[in-house]
């Protein structure tokens, strides 16, 4: 599918070929991450965060400003007409009337959508809820897809809040695109949701859930990991009883392949050791960096000539 | 022909057959027909089939259904076949099937869904994903819904 104007709502609305598209050209955009390539001078990104953001706000920002544009736009309601009672649509509409594509993060799931449906600029989707994050997706396969080459053959685990991470919903519908074995990891209460088991199903996805990274560790070529809220449990004492077993230690990784390579789409709290991070499995730090050149290439290709 | 009638025949309308025996009133609040749109309506409770050995009938006198309305009926009672009926005879039959798409009829459950915002011009609106039995999307949010969890959520 062609490119040019398109919305980025979800990670189910790009198929391989989309994505080894967009690799291509992030791979050609890291050469300019750091310095400059005007080929959106003129054009103007709306960047409308309803929700706070630090990492994927910002590297949109820096995306557009190294393509040669403009940013304009809000993190947070506060200040905006949302607090005064304005409607989403209706924000939505004045932006679409200022700029050329616009970003957005809201709470509620399903706004982007909407505003896709309401905006004639490109929308794209910076998260919505615990539904979608879609660039977040894009930027977890390119991670792999540089380090490894290829998509194609890696067992790939999921370790933490694998029911409410919306990164996780997005990385396993981008996923199902390549054949890969997925596994995992996460107590029962935080198993997958029906609609992320289903699509598995429906799309002939290799997986399987287990409780306890130790069991398959040895197997992987990739261990993401998300956060696991406190929030999330009734029983305070069951969380304080898992939270250990969903930590990724030295120990934990010295069973594993010698490539295995740590991602999670940060902020980390403590479910990765710090002594991970000067070991060659850390690799969160460089797929966040990655985020530039990749969302460089998406607005690119959603807005270049 | 039906040997005893327990209510007579309609001249125009719509005849609403092989309904599973009691959902009868559930394919009436599906359909929103409700006594307070004055609609002259016949319902036939746990009678006699040769081929659901009970069911409901449902009698819309006056009005025809169209293909669209109906298809929501498939979600509560697959087996139902539609009667259309002009001067007491059929003049089409056919049966139910699953629609699509289903719009407006049923709200989100996903209290953050978009379509639950006030203000929002965003209108409910759920694919079907899965036919046996009947699993349907949110449109906007993607949460699954069955049946049962649709009909506590009629709009």
């Not at chain 1, 977890?140 to 919306?166: C, E, K, P, Q």
């Not at chain 1, 859930?209 to 069991?215: L, P, S």
């Amino acid at each position: 599918m062609a490119w040019r104007g398109r919305d980025v709502i979800t990670a189910l609305d790009f198929d391989r070929r989309d994505l080894e598209e967009l690799f291509e050209v992030a791979r050609e955009m890291e050469a300019y991450a750091r310095s400059r390539r005007d080929v959106l001078r003129g054009k103007v990104l709306a960047v409308a965060f309803f929700e706070p953001s630090t990492r994927t706000r910002l590297s949109f920002e820096t995306a557009m400003k190294r393509l040669g544009g403009e940013v304009v736009g809000f993190s947070g309601p506060e200040g905006t007409s949302a607090e005064k009672g304005e409607t989403f649509a209706d924000t939505i509409r004045m932006l679409d009337a200022y700029a050329d594509c616009i970003v957005v993060r809201h709470r509620a799931e399903g706004a982007a959508k909407l505003a896709a449906e309401i905006a004639e600029a490109p929308v794209i989707n910076a998260g919505d809820g615990a539904s979608n994050h879609p660039t977040q997706a894009m930027l977890d396969l390119y991670t792999m897809w540089r380090t490894f080459g290829r998509i194609d053959g890696l067992s790939i685990g999921v370790m933490g809040d694998i029911r409410h991470a919306r990164t996780v919903n997005s990385l396993i519908q981008s996923l199902s695109n390549f054949d890969v074995s997925l596994y995992l990891i996460a107590p029962e209460t935080l198993y997958p949701r029906r609609e992320v088991l289903d699509l598995m199903e429906r799309r002939s996805v290799r997986y399987v859930v287990v409780d306890n990274a130790k069991e398959v560790i040895g197997k992987l070529d990739v261990l993401y990991v998300v956060r696991i809220q406190k929030e999330r449990f009734l029983d305070p004492l069951e969380y304080e009883r898992v939270k250990g077993s969903y930590r990724v230690t030295p120990e934990l990784l010295s069973r594993g392949k010698p490539h295995l390579l740590v991602m999670h789409p940060l902020p980390r709290v403590d479910e990765i050791d710090p002594a991970v991070d000067s070991t060659p499995h850390a690799g969160y730090f460089r797929q966040a960096s990655l985020g530039v050149p990749l969302r460089m290439a998406l607005l690119y290709m959603v807005l270049g000539e | 022909m039906e040997r005893e009638l327990v209510v007579k025949k309609i001249r125009r309308g719509t005849v609403i057959d092989h309904i599973p025996a009691g959902k009868a009133l559930q394919v009436l609040r599906v359909l929103g027909i409700d006594a307070a749109d004055g609609q002259v309506v016949a319902l036939v409770m746990n009678v006699e089939s040769s081929k659901l050995g009970r069911k409901d009938i449902v009698k819309i006198e006056g009005r025809e259904l169209s293909k669209e309305e109906t298809g929501i009926i498939a979600l509560i009672a697959p087996t139902a076949t539609i009667n259309i009926i002009r001067d007491f005879q059929v003049v089409d039959k056919y049966k139910v099937s699953l629609p699509h798409i289903v719009v407006g009829r049923f709200r989100c459950s996903n209290p953050i869904c978009i379509t639950n915002m006030p203000g929002e011009p965003a209108t409910y609106r759920f694919v079907l994903v899965r036919e046996e039995p009947p699993i349907l999307s949110c449109d906007y949010c993607g949460r699954y819904h069955t049946v049962e969890e649709l009909m506590g959520s009629i709009t």
